[in-house]
């Protein structure tokens, strides 16, 4: 099992260009979750999904977009990217939240907005 | 914001037992108490979790004090590759993960 996978490693981006971010599990896992992590920060829930079609917004949600049309895949968008989004994106998955359930994470997406 | 707090820092020498707190000061009868860590900016990597009992696992052992406000995970006999951030998080079925700065680990040869 190659676990949470996340595409691509690094990106550089222009100030108003757009990209999108892919997610893929191969683990069956109902929920799936979109962090940023900053510089000496904790990781902050961007958006996460419960299941196939279903999204929610988590705790920094302004300025992306997320879709969860297959279970296995999770993406996440930037339809205007700022230098305020400069930052370092984690993928995770699990069963449905907590109770026992560990999230697993992928390895993340260094992205540089100029 | 996290509902744990951890110091900031610790040391620890190799071979030697590393002992991170954390307090749940606010933690409720169904949540769980886990603990993450993150080695040098790649994803955060699961370590363990319990409820109510001590839990001990090929990584680690997790105390939990009898009323649930503090916990205490244990690596047995430190190496240089658990230098990491190590995060605790209380959590609920259902509920997000939330995490807060951590304690950052490390382990001096």
């Known amino acids: 099992n190659a676990g949470v996978t996340q595409t691509p490693k690094f990106r550089v981006l222009k100030t108003g260009q757009s990209m999108t971010l892919l997610c893929a599990q191969d683990?069956?896992?109902?929920?799936m979750y979109w962090y940023r992590q900053d510089p000496g920060m904790g990781l902050r829930l961007i958006h996460y999904?419960?299941?196939?079609?279903?999204?929610a917004k988590g705790e920094v949600p302004d300025g992306y977009n997320v879709s969860r049309l297959k279970k296995q895949n999770f993406l996440l968008g930037l339809e205007s990217a700022a230098p305020s989004q400069t930052s370092v994106y984690f993928c995770?998955?699990?069963?449905?939240?907590?109770?026992?359930?560990?999230?697993?994470f992928g390895p993340g997406t260094r992205l540089t907005v100029l | 914001d996290a509902k744990t707090t951890q110091p900031p820092s610790m040391d620890c020498a190799e071979g030697r037992a590393a002992n991170l707190p954390c307090n749940h000061s606010?933690?409720?009868?169904?949540?769980?108490v886990y603990w993450y860590r993150q080695i040098h900016s790649q994803g955060p990597q699961y370590i363990i979790h319990?409820?109510?009992n001590n839990e001990t696992n090929e990584m680690a052992s997790l105390i939990i004090t009898e009323d649930r406000k503090s916990s205490t995970l244990i690596l047995p006999h430190a190496t240089l590759r658990d230098t990491a951030v190590y995060y605790c998080?209380?959590?609920?079925?259902?509920?997000?993960?939330?995490f807060g700065p951590g304690t950052r680990l490390s382990v001096l040869p």
């Open positions: 683990m069956n896992h109902e929920y």
């Open positions: 606010t933690i409720s009868g169904n949540e769980y």
């Open positions: 319990g409820l109510k």
């Open positions: 995770a998955s699990s069963y449905p939240a907590g109770g026992g359930n560990e999230q697993f």
């Open positions: 998080i209380d959590v609920t079925y259902g509920q997000n993960f939330v």
């Open positions: 999904s419960v299941g196939e079609g279903t999204t």
